[in-house]
């Protein structure tokens, strides 16, 4: 079946630092790709997505490119703030425009000042 | 325009009992979908509802189930619960059920003792 393989958590990082954070997928045909962001006592928010091979989702200063000969989809950051100290999830839908989405385990990330 | 609510926000139930939470949809968005949130199992697909009707269901037991109303409203209700059913609960709108951003809402936080 489709799965995501998130790197393991926690991350700590100095503000200013430049942030990677790996996503691999699983998954059989062309899946949409998605980075979600999870604050403290908050639901999901979507940070960027792609839909095809090639795309570079970006949003906030956060970029990650579909890569289909590495199955990735890494999530990157020039400079961190304290302020992206939050949880990221990784995620696919398998299907074009469906709503299911299949999510990595997340990885928390702190941005010490 | 207001986000996705759910209520209530927390809720401590005992094993064996039976609990519904509800999800209101941003204003327009006809579907709505579920998600369980476990710290060992991740985020899981639980359904989607798009217009009244079930069109997608996770792999989750039957104890787990949903309707939506004609107000695009949804709940879901677990029966004979368990402790291994505490969890964030996760509601999720978008417009339609074949495109768009998916908008979550902040979650349940069901316990079961």
């Known amino acids: 079946g489709n799965s995501v393989t998130q790197m393991e958590g926690p991350v700590t990082l100095s503000e200013e630092a430049f942030l990677t954070i790996n996503c691999t997928y699983t998954a059989t045909g062309y899946p949409s790709l998605f980075w979600y962001v999870q604050y403290p006592g908050e639901g999901l928010q979507l940070l960027l997505k792609a839909t095809k091979a090639d795309d570079k989702g970006s949003n906030k200063g956060f970029e990650a490119t579909y890569r289909k000969e590495t199955t990735s989809f890494h999530l990157e950051k020039g400079s961190v703030q304290v302020s992206d100290s939050a949880v990221y999830f990784c995620a696919l839908s398998d299907t074009p425009g469906a709503q299911k989405l299949v999510f990595g385990q997340g990885t928390r990330l702190t941005i010490n000042p | 325009k207001a986000g996705v609510t759910q209520t209530p926000r927390y809720l401590i139930k005992t094993r064996g009992q039976q609990v519904t939470l509800s999800c209101s949809p941003i204003?327009?968005?006809?579907?709505v979908s579920w998600y369980q949130q476990t710290p060992g199992q991740g985020l899981q697909f639980l359904f989607e509802?798009?217009?009244?009707?079930?069109?997608n269901k996770g792999n989750f037991p039957g104890r787990f189930s949903g309707r939506q109303f004609s107000n695009s409203r949804s709940e879901m209700n677990v029966s004979t619960l368990e402790l291994g059913d505490s969890a964030l609960y996760l509601c999720?709108?978008?417009?339609?059920?074949?495109?768009?951003?998916?908008?979550f809402g902040p979650g349940t936080r069901l316990t079961v003792l």
């Open positions: 204003s327009g968005h006809r579907s």
């Open positions: 999720a709108s978008r417009l339609d059920s074949a495109s768009g951003e998916q908008f």
């Open positions: 509802y798009f217009s009244e009707t079930q069109r």
